[in-house]
């Protein structure tokens, strides 16, 4: 590992990956805009709520985009019910041409030149134990990590790192169809290693991570014991320090992990810019390529279902074809999936049928399959298996047209 090349590489790139103090400015004073604005709603309207900024802009931890994500809090009173509050936000941001995005709770979405805005409802509690959703924490993820920056500066540009070395390695993202770190997440593994590098130094050598730094728990044992099943399988469990019972890392998954475990190894063996940079899916590599389209509402609905399809596929296709490799993207603007898979056509299949003592059984399976033969006290048939990509995906949309419309695939296009 050549440390003075890793630092090199670094020093150049955080410049390049930061906004300047102009760009925070011009954001800071527009999102200021807008919280007096929403302010003067809520007074209006006589609700019971504060407005806070959270996300990266408010940690200090905002990585430069061509457009910025802001996350926009507005921490309702605990009087209100918990289906009250996107109601009430709904009233406050009426009139904002603000769009409603469907989650755990509905939430609005503002775009203003290069800033889009996430208005997001949450009920204003005292303690984590209080939460009734996790977007609840969000107050408290925003102070954590600010007084771990406050005590250390550096922190801030080692979390810019971290969060766009994991965009550029398709790392980045909690939502169901990426399955990877969230921002929060890394901002809370960096804060724990100290470094963009100690972190992945220690990635790339762990299958499993046991972090608990508030030392929550006695030990890892009691950790495995205490927190629930299911937020113990990802290969990353990080104990919350700002609420003791939730994983932070939960919707890491193997795949994702094993994806960056490698980008990182690469990285610290050979040291270069192109770790943060956008790579194309090189189409090459690829002979069957799909453009698919939902209907669902674009973004973490729609990237699900169109993952969940592709899945779907593959295990459709293996049936014929051996699939040497195959890859999965998701264009939230344009709200559709590529698919990209490297196929070979199998040629034929064996089918196992019954034993040939069972002989009402074995005739049926004679009757339905040809090139029939014993082996071992078993029937069995060779099945020619399809050798086009394009007939499988004709016989699929006609076969499976039930599955399609259930989930609400509306386009299917060879590219």
Do not use: W
């Not at 509050?85 to 041409?97: H, N, P």
Request: aromatic residues 12%.
């Amino acid at each position: 590992m050549n440390i003075k090349k890793i630092k090199e590489v670094l020093q150049k790139e955080i410049g390049l990956l930061k906004p300047t103090k102009e760009e925070i400015r011009k954001i800071n004073n527009q999102a200021e805009e807008l919280i007096n604005k929403l302010e003067r709603q809520i007074t209006k309207k006589k609700i019971k709520a504060e407005v806070f900024i959270g996300g990266s802009l408010a940690k200090g931890t905002l990585v430069k985009k061509d457009k910025y994500d802001i996350d926009i809090f507005v921490r309702f009173d605990k009087k209100y019910p918990d289906e009250e509050i996107s109601k009430l936000l709904g009233k406050v941001v009426a009139g904002m041409k603000a769009k409603k995005i469907h989650g755990s709770r509905d939430y609005f979405q503002l775009r203003k030149g290069k800033l889009i805005y996430e208005i997001i409802p949450v009920a204003s509690i005292k303690k984590p134990t209080e939460a009734r959703n996790v977007t609840d924490l969000s107050y408290f993820h925003v102070n954590y990590i600010k007084q771990k920056i406050s005590k250390n500066k550096k922190l801030a540009d080692e979390i810019v790192l971290a969060k766009s070395f994991c965009y550029f390695q398709n790392c980045y993202g909690a939502e169901s169809y990426i399955k990877g770190f969230s921002g929060y997440a890394l901002e809370l593994l960096v804060s724990y290693f100290g470094s963009f590098v100690k972190f992945l130094k220690t990635a790339t050598i762990a299958d499993k991570m046991i972090l608990d730094p508030k030392r929550f728990y006695e030990n890892k044992q009691e950790i495995m014991l205490e927190l629930n099943e299911s937020k113990l399988q990802s290969p990353i469990v990080f104990v919350d320090p700002t609420f003791k019972e939730r994983n932070a890392l939960a919707a890491l998954s193997r795949e994702t992990y094993e994806k960056f475990k490698s980008a990182s190894k690469a990285f610290l063996r050979n040291p270069s810019k192109k770790f943060f940079e956008k790579s194309e899916i090189d189409k090459k590599k690829f002979n069957f390529i799909l453009e698919v389209k939902t209907n669902k509402q674009k973004g973490d609905i729609a990237g699900s279902k169109l993952k969940k399809f592709y899945e779907f596929l593959s295990h459709k296709i293996m049936k014929d074809f051996v699939i040497n490799k195959k890859e999965f993207s998701y264009n939230e603007d344009k709200n559709l999936g590529r698919f990209y898979f490297n196929l070979k056509s199998k040629g034929s299949i064996l089918i196992e049928g019954p034993p040939i003592t069972a002989v009402e059984h074995v005739v049926r399976f004679k009757k339905k399959h040809k090139d029939c033969f014993v082996k071992a006290g078993k029937a069995y048939c060779r099945k020619q298996t399809e050798k086009n990509p394009r007939i499988f995906l004709t016989k699929l949309k006609t076969k499976e047209k039930r599955i399609l419309r259930e989930m609400k695939i509306t386009k299917i296009e060879i590219k």
